[in-house]
C-alpha cells in the first residue's frame, strides 16, 4: 500500500493505493468511499480484494484529510468534485466504485457531473430521504435525533438515531409517540461531553441525506449503477431509500449479506460479514 495527499479545492485529501498503478490486468482500479467514515472503515473488505488494486481516500475534514474553506458541513458536489480529483491524481480514465451510504451519495453526485469517471457503481443504501414515501415524515424524524443530540449530546443523541434507522416501515404516529431511548441500553455514555459537531447526528450532513438525485443524469450516464440493499437491513430506513432509488433506476435492488456496515470487520462495534459482502461485490463487478 502506497499513500498520497492531493492538495484540491481548499482541502488536502490523503487517499491509499493498495496494489499497483497502472494495473496489472488493465482493470480499472476498486475505489471504496463511504461518508462520513474514512479510508480505515474499509480495511477488512478491502483485504479480500488481494488480486485487485484497490483505491480508499478520507473525506476532507474526516481522518487525515483537511479542509480549509471554513466549512464543517457535508456536501454531496463538494465531496464529489474531491473524488473526481483524486481520480485524475490516480492517472486512469475511469474506475469501479463501490460507495456506501453518504458515500452512496457523493457516488451519485460524482456520475452526474463527471459521468465518464466510473464505469460500474455499486451504490450501497444510500439514504436518500427524497425518494420515500413519506419523505415529510423521514425529514421530521431526522430532526428529532438532532433536537435530541442537541439537547442532550453525543450518548443521547446516538440511542435516537439508532431508533430512527432501525424502525420498521413508514415514520409513523407510533413512531413519533416513542419515548427517547435510554443510551445506556446501548452501551453508550449517558453523560454530555458538550460537542455538538458530530457529522452524523447534526444537520452538517443534512445536505447527504436532502439530496436529490437527478434521475435523467444517471439514466443517460455511461455507467453501470447497482443499487445494493443489505439482506438484514430489510424495512429499515436505508434499505426503504435504496429501494426507492432502484424503482427510480427501473431496477430491482441487488441483496448484499449483513446489515448497513456489513462490509465491516472487528475493528468496529458492529461487525457485519465481509468476506460473505466481497464475495456478493466481486459477483457483481465481474457480471
Known amino acids: 500500500m502506497t499513500t498520497h495527499t492531493l492538495q484540491a479545492a481548499d482541502c488536502h485529501l490523503t487517499y491509499d493505493v493498495h496494489g499497483p498503478l497502472p494495473t496489472v490486468d488493465g482493470r480499472a482500479p476498486l475505489f471504496m468511499i463511504g461518508l462520513p467514515m ?19 481516500y478520507d473525506p476532507r475534514g474526516l481522518g487525515r484529510s483537511t479542509r480549509e474553506d471554513g466549512r464543517i458541513d457535508n456536501v454531496p458536489e463538494v465531496h464529489a468534485a474531491d473524488v ?29 457531473e463527471f459521468p465518464a469517471d466510473v464505469t460500474t457503481l455499486v451504490a450501497h443504501e ?28 453525543f450518548g443521547a ?20 409517540a416513542q419515548p427517547d431511548p435510554d443510551p445506556a441500553l446501548f452501551g453508550l455514555p ?8 458530530d457529522p452524523l447526528l447534526s444537520d452538517l450532513s443534512w445536505a ?10 444517471l439514466a443517460s450516464a455511461p455507467t453501470r449503477i447497482v443499487v445494493a440493499v443489505g ?26 449479506p449483513s446489515h448497513h456496515g456489513g462490509f465491516a470487520g472487528e475493528e468496529y462495534g458492529y461487525p457485519g460479514q465481509p468476506e460473505a459482502f466481497a464475495r456478493t461485490l466481486r459477483a457483481v463487478l465481474d457480471s
Do not use: C, N
Open 126 to 153: 444510500p439514504p436518500l430521504i427524497a425518494v420515500l414515501p413519506d419523505a415529510a415524515a423521514a425529514e421530521r424524524a431526522r430532526a428529532g435525533y438532532r433536537d435530541v443530540y442537541v439537547a442532550k449530546g
Open 157 to 176: 443523541g446516538m440511542a435516537s438515531f439508532i431508533a430512527m434507522t432501525s424502525w420498521q416501515g413508514e415514520f409513523s404516529e407510533d413512531y413519533f
Open 190 to 197: 449517558t453523560e454530555d461531553d458538550g460537542a455538538r459537531e
Open 38 to 56: 474514512d479510508a480505515a472503515g474499509f480495511t477488512a473488505l478491502a483485504s479480500y480484494f488481494p488480486d485487485r488494486t484497490v483505491v480508499t
Open 208 to 217: 447527504v441525506s436532502s439530496y436529490r438525485p437527478d434521475v435523467a443524469a
Open 231 to 256: 439482506e438484514e437491513s430489510a424495512g429499515t430506513f436505508t434499505a426503504r431509500t435504496a429501494v426507492g432509488l432502484a424503482e427510480l433506476l427501473g431496477q430491482q435492488p441487488t441483496v448484499f
Open 84 to 112: 473526481h480529483a483524486v481520480i485524475r491524481a490516480l492517472g486512469v480514465d475511469a474506475v469501479e466504485m463501490f460507495a456506501s451510504s453518504g458515500g452512496a451519495v457523493v457516488a451519485l453526485a460524482l456520475v452526474t
